[in-house]
């Protein structure tokens, strides 16, 4: 995953020098992140939104289309027991990750729009595009200390009972999602965005597969051992023996979420409009 952040660098930084020349943007974005996974199946914009911030560069091929390269910083968080839902609160996992996003997106608005004309100064847009993020899920262990989960093999990864290797923690994502971008003056551009993230992971939670039995993990993970006992199985339940081999997690990939507002500055101006191709 090292060399799709190197590729996506690359194509940030050759398009920012290459386009100096014509409309060329750069922003700040704030706003805030959550996640969708076991630990919060269903909850947009709920208590676990954290604050994220970044700074985007926009090309504006034409009066339609976009090109734009993210560096974004956000962070996911969740928690059992704070669920409606009674299975999860006796699972009572939780856990808290770093979300570093960098990614590349083209942007289509549905009007016409240049930053500057006033007869042009407002549009909605979709946009997709491709990236990757870094992540780091780590579990509270009381005292506001945090364990990170991905050494510990939660799910025995990499014993008899999981021989799937450890989850990587830079994974690509597929970024898409919806706006709004208003003129707020001459060389001010003002964006409201919310955007959605495929992953093509299950573990920004730690949590996809099955409970594993305790004596592997302790025979496994050496030192750590003890510590991936204590945190591979937090439920409620009195007789952790019967939980080894049952459902954990779901094994479905999560998602993740990036929404806020975007300010940014027109560095050059076009010294002739480029033809739109629509």
Not at 257 to 271: C, V, Y
Request: net charge neutral.
């Amino acid at each position: 995953m090292k060399k799709v952040f190197a590729l996506l660098i690359g194509l940030v930084l050759y398009t920012s020098t290459v386009v100096a020349q014509k409309s060329l943007e750069i922003g700040i974005f704030l706003g805030g992140s959550f996640y969708l996974g076991e630990l919060n199946p269903d909850g947009f914009f709920n208590s676990f939104t954290r604050i994220a911030a970044g700074g985007i560069v926009r090309y504006n091929i034409n009066n339609r289309l976009a090109l734009r390269g993210n560096l974004l910083f956000g962070s996911v968080t969740a928690d059992d027991s704070q669920s409606p839902s009674a299975s999860q609160r006796e699972r009572n996992l939780n856990f808290k990750s770093p979300i570093d996003e960098l990614s590349v997106q083209a942007e289509f608005n549905f009007l016409e729009y240049e930053l500057g004309d006033p007869k042009h100064s407002f549009s909605p847009y979709i946009f997709a595009g491709i990236g990757a993020f870094e992540m780091n899920p780590q579990a509270s262990v009381g005292n506001n200390q945090y364990v990170a989960l991905q050494p510990l093999g939660t799910e025995g990864q990499g014993t008899s009972a999981n021989p799937k290797k450890p989850y990587s923690l830079t994974q690509a994502a597929i970024p898409f999602g919806i706006g709004i971008k208003a003129n707020f003056s001459k060389t001010v551009c003002i964006t409201l965005e919310w955007g959605m993230r495929k992953t093509f992971t299950g573990y920004i939670d730690d949590v996809s597969g099955t409970y594993v039995s305790p004596a592997i993990l302790l025979a496994n993970r050496g030192v750590n051992g003890t510590m991936a006992v204590a945190l591979a199985d937090r439920s409620l339940s009195t007789d952790k023996a019967e939980d080894v081999g049952e459902q954990r997690g779901n094994g479905k990939d999560d998602w993740y979420s990036f929404a806020g507002i975007t300010l940014s500055i027109r560095l050059r101006t076009h010294t002739k409009p480029c033809t739109s191709y629509f």
